[in-house]
Protein backbone atom coordinates (compact mmCIF):
# COMPACT_ATOMS: atom_id res chain seq x y z
CA UNK A 1 0.00 0.00 0.00
CA UNK A 2 0.99 3.72 -0.50
CA UNK A 3 0.27 4.31 3.08
CA UNK A 4 -2.17 6.92 2.21
CA UNK A 5 -5.62 7.20 4.02
CA UNK A 6 -7.81 6.69 1.39
CA UNK A 7 -6.14 3.30 0.41
CA UNK A 8 -5.70 1.91 3.69
CA UNK A 9 -9.70 3.04 4.18
CA UNK A 10 -10.19 1.24 0.58
CA UNK A 11 -8.85 -1.96 1.95
CA UNK A 12 -10.32 -2.22 5.22
CA UNK A 13 -14.13 -1.83 3.65
CA UNK A 14 -13.05 -4.54 1.27
CA UNK A 15 -13.24 -6.48 4.41
CA UNK A 16 -16.99 -7.53 5.49
CA UNK A 17 -17.09 -7.22 9.28
CA UNK A 18 -20.43 -6.80 10.44
CA UNK A 19 -20.15 -6.69 14.07
CA UNK A 20 -18.95 -8.58 15.82
CA UNK A 21 -15.61 -8.55 13.38
CA UNK A 22 -13.06 -11.00 12.96
CA UNK A 23 -10.67 -12.27 10.39
CA UNK A 24 -10.17 -10.58 7.53
CA UNK A 25 -10.01 -6.98 8.77
CA UNK A 26 -7.94 -7.77 11.60
CA UNK A 27 -5.45 -9.53 8.76
CA UNK A 28 -5.07 -6.42 6.94
CA UNK A 29 -4.43 -4.13 9.95
CA UNK A 30 -1.42 -6.21 11.67
CA UNK A 31 -0.15 -6.21 7.50
CA UNK A 32 -0.08 -2.39 7.56
CA UNK A 33 0.97 -1.98 11.36
CA UNK A 34 4.20 -4.49 11.46
CA UNK A 35 5.96 -2.75 8.85
CA UNK A 36 5.35 0.49 11.29
CA UNK A 37 7.28 -0.84 13.92
CA UNK A 38 4.26 -2.43 16.29
CA UNK A 39 3.86 -5.09 18.50
CA UNK A 40 0.39 -6.04 17.43
CA UNK A 41 -1.25 -8.53 20.09
CA UNK A 42 -4.56 -10.34 18.55
CA UNK A 43 -7.23 -11.99 20.59
CA UNK A 44 -10.53 -13.31 20.50
CA UNK A 45 -12.43 -13.52 23.44
CA UNK A 46 -16.15 -14.70 24.03
CA UNK A 47 -16.83 -18.13 22.68
CA UNK A 48 -20.64 -17.71 22.99
CA UNK A 49 -22.40 -19.81 26.00
CA UNK A 50 -24.71 -22.25 25.10
CA UNK A 51 -28.48 -21.30 24.30
CA UNK A 52 -27.37 -17.88 23.42
CA UNK A 53 -26.86 -15.94 20.56
CA UNK A 54 -22.88 -14.86 21.79
CA UNK A 55 -20.52 -14.71 19.10
CA UNK A 56 -17.03 -14.42 19.35
CA UNK A 57 -15.20 -10.89 19.22
CA UNK A 58 -11.71 -10.45 17.90
CA UNK A 59 -9.99 -7.21 19.19
CA UNK A 60 -6.37 -5.85 18.44
CA UNK A 61 -3.59 -4.07 21.07
CA UNK A 62 -0.77 -2.67 18.85
CA UNK A 63 1.98 -0.62 20.74
CA UNK A 64 5.13 0.74 19.49
CA UNK A 65 7.45 2.30 21.89
CA UNK A 66 9.51 5.38 22.55
CA UNK A 67 12.31 5.87 24.78
CA UNK A 68 11.69 4.98 28.02
CA UNK A 69 9.52 7.33 30.30
CA UNK A 70 9.05 8.88 27.43
CA UNK A 71 5.00 9.56 26.87
CA UNK A 72 2.04 7.29 25.60
CA UNK A 73 -0.57 8.26 23.34
CA UNK A 74 -3.02 6.06 22.49
CA UNK A 75 -5.73 5.76 19.61
CA UNK A 76 -8.92 3.70 20.23
CA UNK A 77 -11.38 2.56 17.73
CA UNK A 78 -13.55 0.05 16.04
CA UNK A 79 -13.46 -1.94 12.46
CA UNK A 80 -16.79 -3.70 13.25
CA UNK A 81 -19.80 -2.28 11.30
CA UNK A 82 -23.72 -2.55 11.36
CA UNK A 83 -25.41 -4.36 8.73
CA UNK A 84 -25.54 -2.84 5.22
CA UNK A 85 -29.49 -2.81 4.22
CA UNK A 86 -30.54 -2.56 1.01
CA UNK A 87 -30.99 0.21 -1.64
CA UNK A 88 -27.30 0.72 -1.95
CA UNK A 89 -26.02 2.02 -5.28
CA UNK A 90 -23.09 -0.14 -5.28
CA UNK A 91 -21.92 -3.06 -2.89
CA UNK A 92 -21.50 -2.00 0.49
CA UNK A 93 -18.08 -4.00 0.79
CA UNK A 94 -16.61 -3.03 -2.78
CA UNK A 95 -15.38 0.64 -2.30
CA UNK A 96 -16.03 2.70 -4.89
CA UNK A 97 -14.79 5.99 -5.55
CA UNK A 98 -16.80 8.60 -7.22
CA UNK A 99 -16.26 11.95 -7.97
CA UNK A 100 -15.25 12.96 -4.63
CA UNK A 101 -16.55 10.88 -2.36
CA UNK A 102 -15.38 6.91 -1.10
CA UNK A 103 -18.65 4.61 -0.81
CA UNK A 104 -18.66 2.21 1.59
CA UNK A 105 -19.95 0.31 4.55
CA UNK A 106 -17.79 1.40 7.31
CA UNK A 107 -16.22 4.39 5.32
CA UNK A 108 -16.94 6.85 7.97
CA UNK A 109 -18.37 4.60 10.95
CA UNK A 110 -15.22 4.30 11.47
CA UNK A 111 -12.59 2.72 9.12
CA UNK A 112 -12.07 5.96 7.26
CA UNK A 113 -10.93 7.32 10.70
CA UNK A 114 -8.80 3.94 11.67
CA UNK A 115 -7.35 4.71 8.25
CA UNK A 116 -6.47 8.74 8.64
CA UNK A 117 -4.24 8.01 11.89
CA UNK A 118 -2.67 4.59 10.49
CA UNK A 119 -1.64 7.10 7.65
CA UNK A 120 -0.60 10.01 10.21
CA UNK A 121 2.64 7.48 11.37
CA UNK A 122 4.46 7.33 8.50
CA UNK A 123 6.29 10.37 9.13
CA UNK A 124 6.17 9.94 13.06
CA UNK A 125 9.69 9.13 14.02
CA UNK A 126 9.19 5.86 17.06
CA UNK A 127 11.62 8.35 19.31
CA UNK A 128 9.16 10.85 19.98
CA UNK A 129 6.94 8.92 22.45
CA UNK A 130 5.19 5.71 22.28
CA UNK A 131 2.12 5.25 20.60
CA UNK A 132 -0.66 2.36 20.70
CA UNK A 133 -4.12 1.34 19.29
CA UNK A 134 -6.66 -0.14 20.22
CA UNK A 135 -9.08 -1.80 18.33
CA UNK A 136 -12.28 -4.69 18.78
CA UNK A 137 -14.75 -5.64 16.66
CA UNK A 138 -17.59 -5.13 19.14
CA UNK A 139 -18.47 -1.12 18.93
CA UNK A 140 -21.91 -1.97 17.26
CA UNK A 141 -22.77 -4.74 19.05
CA UNK A 142 -23.49 -5.73 22.76
CA UNK A 143 -19.75 -4.10 24.00
CA UNK A 144 -19.20 -6.71 25.68
CA UNK A 145 -16.14 -8.59 24.64
CA UNK A 146 -14.86 -5.66 23.18
CA UNK A 147 -13.10 -2.39 24.49
CA UNK A 148 -13.84 -3.76 27.97
CA UNK A 149 -11.35 -7.02 27.20
CA UNK A 150 -9.22 -4.45 25.41
CA UNK A 151 -8.57 -2.38 28.90
CA UNK A 152 -8.03 -5.33 30.52
CA UNK A 153 -5.13 -6.60 28.37
CA UNK A 154 -3.73 -3.07 28.52
CA UNK A 155 -3.77 -3.03 32.71
CA UNK A 156 -2.21 -6.81 32.66
CA UNK A 157 0.96 -5.35 30.92
CA UNK A 158 1.15 -2.16 32.31
CA UNK A 159 0.86 -0.31 28.85
CA UNK A 160 -1.72 2.51 30.28
CA UNK A 161 -1.27 5.68 27.86
CA UNK A 162 -1.54 9.37 29.08
CA UNK A 163 -4.07 10.72 26.92
CA UNK A 164 -6.88 8.77 24.21
CA UNK A 165 -8.25 9.93 21.12
CA UNK A 166 -11.18 7.69 20.21
CA UNK A 167 -11.65 8.62 16.69
CA UNK A 168 -15.63 7.78 16.19
CA UNK A 169 -17.57 10.75 13.73
CA UNK A 170 -17.97 13.40 15.25
CA UNK A 171 -17.69 16.37 13.34
CA UNK A 172 -21.62 17.54 11.79
CA UNK A 173 -21.98 19.78 9.20
CA UNK A 174 -18.30 20.39 8.13
CA UNK A 175 -14.88 18.04 9.29
CA UNK A 176 -13.51 19.87 12.49
CA UNK A 177 -16.77 21.65 14.02
CA UNK A 178 -17.36 19.63 17.13
CA UNK A 179 -15.37 16.93 19.08
CA UNK A 180 -16.76 14.99 22.12
CA UNK A 181 -15.30 15.90 25.53
CA UNK A 182 -17.92 13.87 27.53
CA UNK A 183 -20.78 11.71 27.05
CA UNK A 184 -23.86 10.91 29.12
CA UNK A 185 -24.43 7.94 30.30
CA UNK A 186 -27.22 4.99 29.51
CA UNK A 187 -29.30 2.90 31.63
CA UNK A 188 -32.34 0.85 29.37
CA UNK A 189 -35.15 -0.56 32.05
CA UNK A 190 -37.00 -3.75 31.79
CA UNK A 191 -40.30 -3.40 33.60
CA UNK A 192 -43.12 -5.78 33.87
CA UNK A 193 -46.50 -6.39 35.32
CA UNK A 194 -48.09 -9.71 36.53
CA UNK A 195 -51.57 -10.09 36.60
CA UNK A 196 -53.95 -12.93 36.28
CA UNK A 197 -55.23 -14.13 32.97
CA UNK A 198 -58.77 -14.37 33.20
CA UNK A 199 -62.38 -13.95 31.50
CA UNK A 200 -63.64 -9.41 30.66
CA UNK A 201 -66.94 -11.06 31.89
CA UNK A 202 -65.71 -12.44 35.05
CA UNK A 203 -62.66 -9.72 36.05
CA UNK A 204 -63.35 -10.56 39.90
CA UNK A 205 -61.55 -13.95 38.80
CA UNK A 206 -58.65 -11.64 37.11
CA UNK A 207 -55.94 -9.36 37.78
CA UNK A 208 -55.90 -7.53 34.84
CA UNK A 209 -51.78 -6.15 34.99
CA UNK A 210 -52.51 -3.15 32.66
CA UNK A 211 -53.84 -0.46 34.83
CA UNK A 212 -50.58 -0.61 37.18
CA UNK A 213 -48.42 -0.67 34.03
CA UNK A 214 -50.27 2.43 32.76
CA UNK A 215 -49.91 4.36 35.97
CA UNK A 216 -46.59 3.30 36.59
CA UNK A 217 -45.56 4.71 32.73
CA UNK A 218 -47.40 7.70 33.53
CA UNK A 219 -45.36 8.91 37.03
CA UNK A 220 -41.72 7.83 34.68
CA UNK A 221 -42.95 9.88 32.29
CA UNK A 222 -43.49 12.67 34.41
CA UNK A 223 -40.49 12.71 36.10
CA UNK A 224 -38.02 15.95 35.69
CA UNK A 225 -35.05 14.27 36.04
CA UNK A 226 -32.88 17.63 35.48
CA UNK A 227 -32.08 20.58 33.82
CA UNK A 228 -28.72 20.38 32.53
CA UNK A 229 -25.22 21.45 33.52
CA UNK A 230 -22.81 23.63 32.43
CA UNK A 231 -21.54 20.94 30.28
CA UNK A 232 -25.00 18.99 29.74
CA UNK A 233 -28.46 18.72 28.19
CA UNK A 234 -30.58 17.69 30.78
CA UNK A 235 -31.43 13.94 30.98
CA UNK A 236 -34.04 12.37 29.64
CA UNK A 237 -36.20 9.58 29.98
CA UNK A 238 -38.12 8.03 26.94
CA UNK A 239 -41.06 4.66 26.84
CA UNK A 240 -39.36 3.11 23.91
CA UNK A 241 -41.56 -0.41 24.13
CA UNK A 242 -45.16 -1.35 25.82
CA UNK A 243 -46.02 -4.78 24.89
CA UNK A 244 -49.00 -6.68 26.37
CA UNK A 245 -49.40 -10.19 24.41
CA UNK A 246 -52.76 -10.87 24.07
CA UNK A 247 -54.68 -12.29 20.87
CA UNK A 248 -58.02 -12.88 22.21
CA UNK A 249 -60.67 -9.59 22.57
CA UNK A 250 -61.90 -11.22 25.68
CA UNK A 251 -58.94 -12.06 28.17
CA UNK A 252 -57.78 -9.73 30.40
CA UNK A 253 -54.42 -10.04 30.40
CA UNK A 254 -52.05 -12.09 32.30
CA UNK A 255 -48.64 -9.39 32.04
CA UNK A 256 -47.57 -6.41 30.89
CA UNK A 257 -44.27 -5.40 29.61
CA UNK A 258 -42.37 -1.95 29.14
CA UNK A 259 -39.20 -0.87 28.32
CA UNK A 260 -37.56 2.84 29.18
CA UNK A 261 -34.22 4.03 28.16
CA UNK A 262 -32.76 7.17 30.09
CA UNK A 263 -29.67 9.41 29.14
CA UNK A 264 -28.57 11.05 31.59
CA UNK A 265 -25.64 13.45 32.50
CA UNK A 266 -23.22 13.39 35.22
CA UNK A 267 -25.89 14.76 38.50
CA UNK A 268 -26.93 10.99 38.22
CA UNK A 269 -25.40 7.51 38.69
CA UNK A 270 -27.08 4.45 36.84
CA UNK A 271 -27.64 2.86 40.03
CA UNK A 272 -29.36 5.45 41.55
CA UNK A 273 -31.21 5.88 38.39
CA UNK A 274 -32.01 1.99 38.84
CA UNK A 275 -33.05 2.46 42.32
CA UNK A 276 -35.12 5.35 41.74
CA UNK A 277 -37.32 3.47 39.00
CA UNK A 278 -37.81 0.29 40.88
CA UNK A 279 -39.36 2.31 43.46
CA UNK A 280 -41.92 3.62 41.17
CA UNK A 281 -42.27 0.10 39.49
CA UNK A 282 -43.06 -2.01 43.07
CA UNK A 283 -45.59 1.17 44.44
CA UNK A 284 -47.78 -0.18 41.21
CA UNK A 285 -47.30 -3.45 41.64
CA UNK A 286 -45.07 -3.90 39.11
CA UNK A 287 -40.50 -4.69 38.98
CA UNK A 288 -37.93 -3.29 37.12
CA UNK A 289 -34.76 -5.19 35.65
CA UNK A 290 -32.25 -2.47 34.86
CA UNK A 291 -28.91 -2.66 32.35
CA UNK A 292 -26.29 0.07 33.06
CA UNK A 293 -24.65 0.40 29.57
CA UNK A 294 -22.96 3.19 30.73
CA UNK A 295 -21.95 5.95 32.85
CA UNK A 296 -21.43 9.57 32.09
CA UNK A 297 -17.93 11.29 31.69
CA UNK A 298 -16.13 14.39 31.14
CA UNK A 299 -12.98 15.45 30.25
CA UNK A 300 -13.00 19.18 30.53
CA UNK A 301 -11.83 21.57 28.43
CA UNK A 302 -7.80 21.63 29.18
CA UNK A 303 -4.72 21.03 27.59
CA UNK A 304 -5.81 18.18 25.62
CA UNK A 305 -8.76 19.56 23.66
CA UNK A 306 -6.64 22.55 22.97
CA UNK A 307 -4.26 19.99 21.15
CA UNK A 308 -7.01 19.04 19.23
CA UNK A 309 -8.00 22.70 18.82
CA UNK A 310 -4.86 23.97 17.53
CA UNK A 311 -4.56 21.17 15.00
CA UNK A 312 -8.05 21.65 13.36
CA UNK A 313 -7.64 25.50 13.10
CA UNK A 314 -3.97 25.23 12.20
CA UNK A 315 -4.97 22.68 9.54
CA UNK A 316 -8.93 24.20 8.24
CA UNK A 317 -9.27 27.67 9.62
CA UNK A 318 -12.17 26.60 12.36
CA UNK A 319 -12.20 26.22 16.24
CA UNK A 320 -14.02 23.00 16.74
CA UNK A 321 -16.99 23.36 19.32
CA UNK A 322 -16.76 21.34 22.36
CA UNK A 323 -19.68 19.21 23.12
CA UNK A 324 -21.07 16.38 24.99
CA UNK A 325 -24.28 15.76 22.71
CA UNK A 326 -25.04 12.03 21.40
CA UNK A 327 -25.64 8.67 22.05
CA UNK A 328 -22.38 6.47 23.85
CA UNK A 329 -19.49 4.94 22.43
CA UNK A 330 -17.00 3.03 24.09
CA UNK A 331 -14.95 6.06 25.54
CA UNK A 332 -17.35 5.47 28.31
CA UNK A 333 -14.84 2.35 29.15
CA UNK A 334 -11.78 4.28 28.06
CA UNK A 335 -12.39 6.93 30.22
CA UNK A 336 -11.11 4.67 33.31
CA UNK A 337 -7.60 4.65 31.96
CA UNK A 338 -7.25 7.87 31.17
CA UNK A 339 -8.54 11.43 29.87
CA UNK A 340 -10.11 10.50 26.56
CA UNK A 341 -11.73 13.13 23.77
CA UNK A 342 -13.41 11.62 20.77
CA UNK A 343 -12.73 13.58 17.41
CA UNK A 344 -13.54 11.94 13.78
CA UNK A 345 -15.29 12.40 10.31
CA UNK A 346 -18.22 14.23 9.20
CA UNK A 347 -21.53 11.91 10.83
CA UNK A 348 -23.76 12.28 8.27
CA UNK A 349 -23.81 9.56 6.79
CA UNK A 350 -22.80 6.76 9.35
CA UNK A 351 -25.37 3.64 9.68
CA UNK A 352 -26.67 5.17 5.92
CA UNK A 353 -27.45 3.64 3.25
CA UNK A 354 -24.56 4.49 0.37
CA UNK A 355 -22.42 5.77 3.78
CA UNK A 356 -19.93 8.13 2.12
CA UNK A 357 -16.23 9.77 3.21
CA UNK A 358 -14.74 12.92 1.26
CA UNK A 359 -11.37 12.02 -0.25
CA UNK A 360 -10.71 15.23 1.05
CA UNK A 361 -11.88 14.68 4.41
CA UNK A 362 -9.43 11.93 4.43
CA UNK A 363 -6.73 13.96 3.65
CA UNK A 364 -6.88 16.87 6.14
CA UNK A 365 -7.97 14.42 9.25
CA UNK A 366 -4.92 12.84 8.40
CA UNK A 367 -2.79 15.66 8.79
CA UNK A 368 -4.65 16.92 12.00
CA UNK A 369 -3.85 13.56 13.97
CA UNK A 370 -0.48 13.75 13.04
CA UNK A 371 -0.89 17.11 14.32
CA UNK A 372 -1.95 15.83 17.70
CA UNK A 373 0.16 12.77 18.12
CA UNK A 374 3.20 15.15 17.85
CA UNK A 375 1.45 17.68 20.36
CA UNK A 376 0.31 15.28 22.68
CA UNK A 377 3.87 13.49 22.58
CA UNK A 378 5.68 16.62 23.11
CA UNK A 379 3.53 17.70 26.16
CA UNK A 380 0.68 15.92 27.03
CA UNK A 381 -0.07 17.85 30.51
CA UNK A 382 -3.89 17.41 31.30
Known amino acids: MSGSAAELAQALIACESVTPARGDVFDCLERVLGPL ?13 EGTDEEPVENL ?53 VACFIAALKDIPAETGTISLIITGDEEGPALYGTRALID ?3 HRGDIPDL ?19 RRGSVNIWL ?8 VAYPHLADNPMPGMV ?53 HSGAELAELVSAIAAR ?41 SGGTSDARFLKDLCPVIEFGLVNAT ?22 IVKAALEDNQS
Open 37 to 49: GFEVHRFTKGEGA
Open 350 to 371: MHKTDEAVALADLEALTRIYAR
Open 61 to 113: FAIRRGPAGSKHFAYAGHVDVVPPGHGWASEAFVPEVRGELLYGRGAVDMKGS
Open 192 to 199: EVEGVQGH
Open 153 to 155: LIR
Open 284 to 324: HGGKALPIISGEPFLTPPGAFSQMIADAVEAELGIVPEAST
Open 164 to 182: CLVGEPTSVNRLGDMMKIG
Open 215 to 267: AMLAELDALHLDNGTDWFQPSNLEITEFDVPNRAHNVIPGKAKARISIRFNDL
